[in-house]
């Protein structure tokens, strides 16, 4: 056993893809697959593909939701990456309070956005901003209670 070598000033508040309290929710299973390169990983953006039941990491479809509940595929090497098997059956969170990483600094009340080529999750102050960063807003979803640093732990509010 190791000692831990650094302290961080800011702790995070919960795990990514972790359901953040106990507020209304919606999950469902779906097939999530790779877009080009990138792998499907907890915590980001999904869309429908054209195969019933089966979704794609960022993506141009109509978004669904955010992948959660990392301590079910542990069984399946999931590593601190958080990365899933290209064609895993995950869970998607379509509402709730879900942790996730934004990429940009967050403060409550931003709307949040995805890149289409990776999934990944921004903060924005409007939907214009996001357009400019050729980003797609996620329909009904802002962040909550907390502010958060770029690459910092975040409560993302879905309702879609």
Do not use: W
């Amino acid at each position: 056993m190791t000692l831990q070598k650094q302290v961080y000033e800011k702790q995070a508040a919960g795990v990514i893809g972790e359901l953040a309290d106990t507020s209304p929710k919606r999950i469902a299973p779906y097939i999530v697959k790779a877009n080009s390169d990138v792998k499907p990983c907890i915590g980001c953006a999904y869309t429908l593909t054209d195969k019933a039941q089966e979704l794609i990491i960022g993506g141009t479809g109509d978004f669904v939701g955010i992948a959660v509940g990392p301590k079910q595929y542990v069984t399946e090497s999931l590593d601190s990456s958080l990365l899933l098997k290209d064609g895993a059956i995950a869970q998607i969170c379509s509402m709730g309070h879900v942790y996730v990483t934004s990429k940009t600094d967050v403060t409550p009340g931003n709307i949040a956005a995805f890149d289409p080529a990776t999934g990944e999750i921004y903060a924005y102050a409007d939907a214009e901003a996001a357009a400019t960063a050729k980003h797609t807003v996620i329909p009904n979803a802002k962040f909550v209670f907390c502010e958060a640093d770029a690459k910092g732990t975040a409560i993302l509010e879905l309702n879609s």
